[in-house]
C-alpha cells in the first residue's frame, strides 16, 4: 500500500517528491515507490454561498436576513474544480492506504485539508507533517517523526469556528449595508474594528488644537539643562511667564542639587514573530504588511533561507539548540561575516530570553535555517528582509548594551534646571547593527524630546554654576500621528485582532474596499471609510467584542473551550447586527463622485481605484459602462493659451477641454486625420490577410480611406 501526501502548493508538494523519492511526475502528483505526493491549490473547498442554500439568496433582499444555515455545508470551488478532482481520484486509489496531511503547519492549513477530507469522505488512518521550515533536512525529520491526524483535532475546530463566524457576521452585515445604503459597503468580524480604530486616531487629530509654547534652555557654561516645572513638563505656554523666568535667571548662581548616576543595562531585542517583523520592516524599509509577508514566504518556501512565517512566538525551543551553531555558519558570509564569526569560537550563551518552551505554541520565532546563502541570488526586497532577519538571530547571542546614565538637577533662585547623559559601557548588541540601537517602540509614538542625551562633564553635588544667557525655544503642541501599518499592527496585536498570518489581509481588504487609503507611509480614512463607520453597529466599531471572540478561538485550538457555544454566540451577534441595520435611518452618499456623466444612461460616475490606475464607473446595476479615468491629452492646442487640451467624453461624443482656460470644442468628426495608435490597430487587423496574397499597403490605405469618409 501506498502512502499519499496532501501539501498546500505545487512547490512544496515538488519538493518533498523530490526529498521522498517521487519521481515520477503526472499532471497532478508526483509518485514514487512509498509516496503519492499531490497539492491543494489554496482551499479546493470552502464553505457553500446563499444561494446554495437556496436559490432565491441570490438576489440580495433585506428582508432574507440574516442568512443562518444550520449546519453550515461545503462545496468545491469551481477555479480549482479540476484539482479536488485529481485529490478525489487519488484519495479513492484503492493502493493508497494513508493519507499524510502535509499543508502549511497553522490554523488555515489544518482547515483545507480537512475540509478536502470532509468533502471526499475519507475514513483511512492519516497523520500529520509539522515542520518549521523547508529545507531537505527538516522535511527529513519531520517525516521521521510524524504526528497523529487526531492530535490536531482542536485546531481544526477552532479554524472551523472563524470560518463560520467571518461567513456569518461578514456576509450578513455586508449584504444588509450593501442593500440598505445601495453603495458597495463590506463589513467584517475583524475589518471592521480595523478601521474603527483608524477613524477613532482621524477623529482625534480633527479635535486637536494646537497651541504655542516656550522652552528656556540655560547655558550654564560647560553643559546645557532645560527649566521644568514641579510636575516636570518643560512646556510654558503663557509668553510673559517665559519672558520673566529668562530675565530672571540669565546671569544667576546655583548650585547642583542632585546627581544620580546609574548604570543602564539594555538587552538584546527578542527573536522575531511575523507581526514585529512586518512592523520592522514598515519602520526601515516602508513595506506594506502583505508585502513583507510575501517576501517572506518567498524566502521561507523558494529560498528555504528561513523558518516558518505565520508564527506568533519570539521563543526558540529546546530541542533546537544543537542547530543554531549551524545556522550560524550557514549565515556567516559577506556582511554578516565579522559579525557572527566570533560567535562559532565559544559556546553560545542561552538563556530564557532566547529558548523558553513554555512560550512557544505551534511554531518557534523566524530565525535563519541551515541552508547557506547565496545572496546575489536574492532580490532587493528580500535582500532587506533576510537582512533583518539574520541580524536580530545573531543579537541574540551578543551581550546586553550597557551606559551610564546621569541625571542632574540644578537650583537657581528656586527655580528647577535638569540636564542628562549617557556614557556607553558596552555596545553589546548595538554592534550588530553597525553600533546603534535599534528601538523596537513604534516610530509614530510621542517620545520625550524635550533634550538631547549628551556626555556630560565631571560634575559633583554642591558645585556652583552660572546662568551665562538663557535661549527661549518656541514650538507648537502636535496632534496624534495617523496610524503607519507599524503602529497599526501594534494595535491590533494589543487588542487580539485577526493573528499574524491573516492581519496584513485585513489591512489589505481595507485599502482594496476603498475604506482606507495609503498617503505615504500613513493611513487614511476615505470617504467612504468615514461614512461606513458610522453606519455600521457600535460593537462593530471597537475591538473589544471581537477580541473577545479571537480570544475564545485560541481557547478552542488549546482544549480549553468548545465549538457550538461560540457558534451559537456569533449567530446571536449577526441578528443583532442586522436587526439594527435594518432599522438605522441614516443615510449614505458616495464620496467619489466624478464631473463625468456615464454616455449610456447620463448619471454621473464614480471614480474608482484598480490595479490599472484610475477607472471611471456608472454606478447603475443595469448599466455597467465603465472606462480609465485617468486625463488624456489630445494633441489639440488650446487657442488662447496654446496647451495641450484634455479629450473627455459626454452624451454627445468626445470632446476637448483646456485645463487652465476652461475653453471647450467639440471633436472634428470630417477630420482625416488618423493617430500612430488607429494606425497601429489597423495594421494589426490586416496583418493576417496578407498572408492569403492581398497587399497589405493596399488594405491600410483604404481602410484609412473609409474611416476617414466616415
Known sequence: MKILVLAEKPSVAREIARVMGSREKHKSHFEGPKYVVTWALGHLVGLAEPEDYDHKFQTWNLEDLPILPQPMKLKVLRETNHQFK???????????????????????????????????????????????????????????????????DRLYQSARCRAEADWMVGLNVTRALTVKFNAQLSAGRVQTP???????????????????????????????????????DSRIFDEEKTNRLKSKLEGRTGSITKLTKSEKVVPHPLAYDLTELQ???????GFSAKQTSNVLQRLYEQHKLVTYPRTDSRYLTSDMTDTLKERLESVAVGPYAAIARPLLRKPLPLSKRIVDDSKVTDHHAIIPTEQTVILNALTAEERKLYDLIVRRFISLFYPAAKYDHVNVVVEVDNELLYAKGTT???????????EQGFDETDSDEDHDTDEAEKVLPELHVGQSVEVKRCVIQNGR????????????????????????????????????????????????????????IELVSADLRTPDLTAKWESELERIAKGQGQPEPFLKGIREMAERLVHEVKASG??????????????????????????????????????????????????????????????????????????????????????????????QKLVKQYAKQESLGSNLGELLKAALEQKADK
Open 86 to 152: 485529481a485529490v478525489q481520484h487519488l484519495m479513492k486509489r484503492s493502493d493508497i492506504g494513508e493519507l499524510i496531511v502535509a499543508t502549511d503547519a497553522a490554523r488555515e492549513g489544518e482547515l483545507l485539508a480537512r475540509w478536502i477530507m470532509d468533502m471526499v469522505k475519507w475514513n483511512k488512518p492519516f497523520k500529520r507533517l509539522w515542520i518549521s521550515s523547508q529545507t531537505d533536512k527538516a522535511i527529513k525529520e519531520g517525516f521521521a517523526s510524524l504526528r497523529p491526524g487526531s492530535q490536531f
Open 194 to 232: 480595523t478601521l474603527g480604530m483608524i477613524m477613532h486616531r482621524e477623529t482625534e487629530i480633527l479635535n486637536f488644537r494646537s497651541e504655542t509654547y516656550g522652552q528656556l534652555r540655560c547655558d550654564l557654561g560647560s553643559f546645557e539643562a532645560m527649566w521644568r516645572a514641579p510636575g516636570g
Open 279 to 285: 512592523r520592522d520592516a514598515n519602520r526601515r524599509y
Open 424 to 434: 556607553i559601557k558596552d555596545n553589546g548588541w548595538h554592534a550588530v547593527y553597525d
Open 477 to 532: 503642541t502636535l496632534p496624534p500621528k495617523r496610524y503607519t501599518e507599524a503602529a497599526l499592527l501594534s494595535q491590533m496585536e494589543k487588542h487580539g485582532l485577526g493573528t499574524p498570518a491573516t492581519r496584513a489581509d485585513i489591512i489589505e481588504k481595507l485599502v482594496n474596499s476603498d475604506t482606507i487609503d495609503r498617503q505615504g507611509n500613513a493611513l487614511h480614512p476615505t470617504g467612504k471609510g468615514k461614512q461606513l
Open 586 to 679: 441614516a443615510s449614505y452618499k458616495p464620496h467619489n463622485v466624478s464631473s463625468s456623466h456615464c454616455p449610456d444612461c447620463g448619471t454621473r460616475l464614480l471614480e474608482k481605484k484598480s490595479k490599472r490606475g484610475l477607472m471611471l464607473v456608472c454606478p447603475s446595476d443595469d448599466c455597467g459602462y465603465k472606462r480609465s479615468g485617468e486625463k488624456r491629452l489630445s494633441n489639440r492646442r488650446c487657442p488662447q493659451c496654446h496647451k495641450k487640451m484634455e479629450m473627455k467624453e459626454g452624451k454627445a461624443g468626445l470632446f476637448v477641454q483646456c485645463l487652465a482656460c476652461g475653453i471647450t470644442e467639440t471633436m472634428n468628426k470630417d477630420s482625416k486625420h488618423v493617430n500612430k495608435r488607429e494606425t
